[in-house]
């Protein structure tokens, strides 16, 4: 079945740091590729979406490339905030109804 | 614009009580509607999805049930609850078919005690 896999947290950085959230996948058709954040205490939020090979999604900062040959969705940000400081999910959907398969959830935490 | 809506915002209820969590959805008609649960710490397990009045699939065996009595609504049920359901229940909505984002809602807090 599909699957996604996502680097285990928790991210601790330094504000103005570089972030990297590792996201791989598996799936039998061709997934759309999500990254969705949750901030303590809130529902999930989408952040970015990526549907076809090579599209690049983005969003307040934060980038992410959908890499069929890797079959990779890494989110990158260029320099994190304290307010980034929440729990990023990476996820797939290959279902026309919309079901998502969602990875564990890395949690970030920016520090001043 | 489109808001969703969920109460209650927390929940606390003994083992073996009943429960009923409601979602609302507001500005788009006939949405895809799923309920998730999320265990401490832990990621998000889908529990039902809709794709319309009456017609709900379940993902996983449990002592839970939800319904839709009408196109933007989607109920969470339970006729006894374990300690086992505690968790951040949480309602999403998408438009129908496509491989579309999902929208959720602002969750519960469901502790059985």
């Known amino acids: 079945g599909d699957s996604v896999t996502q680097m285990e947290g928790p991210v601790t950085l330094s504000e103005e740091a570089f972030l990297t959230i590792n996201c791989t996948y598996t799936a039998t058709g061709y997934p759309s590729l999500f990254w969705y954040v949750q901030y303590p205490g809130e529902g999930l939020q989408l952040l970015l979406k990526a549907t076809k090979a090579d599209d690049k999604g983005s969003n307040k900062g934060f980038e992410a490339t959908y890499r069929k040959e890797t079959t990779s969705f890494h989110l990158e940000k260029g320099s994190v905030q304290v307010s980034d400081s929440a729990v990023y999910f990476c996820a797939l959907t290959t279902d026309s109804w919309g079901k998502l398969q969602f990875g564990a959830g890395t949690q970030v935490v920016v520090t001043p | 614009s489109q808001t969703i809506h969920q109460w209650p915002a927390t929940l606390v209820q003994p083992v073996g009580s009943p429960l009923s969590l409601e979602c609302t959805v507001e500005g788009t008609s006939n949405p895809n509607l799923y309920w998730y649960r999320q265990a401490a710490g832990r990621g998000l397990q889908l529990l039902f999805y809709?794709?319309?009045?009456?017609?709900i699939s379940s993902e996983v065996p449990q002592n839970l049930s939800a319904s839709r009595p009408q196109d933007r609504q989607f109920i969470l049920s339970s006729k006894k609850l374990l300690l086992s359901d505690s968790g951040f229940y949480l309602c999403a909505w998408s438009v129908r078919q496509g491989f579309y984002e999902q929208y959720f809602g602002p969750g519960t807090r469901l502790t059985v005690t």
């Open positions: 809709s794709i319309g009045i009456d017609q």
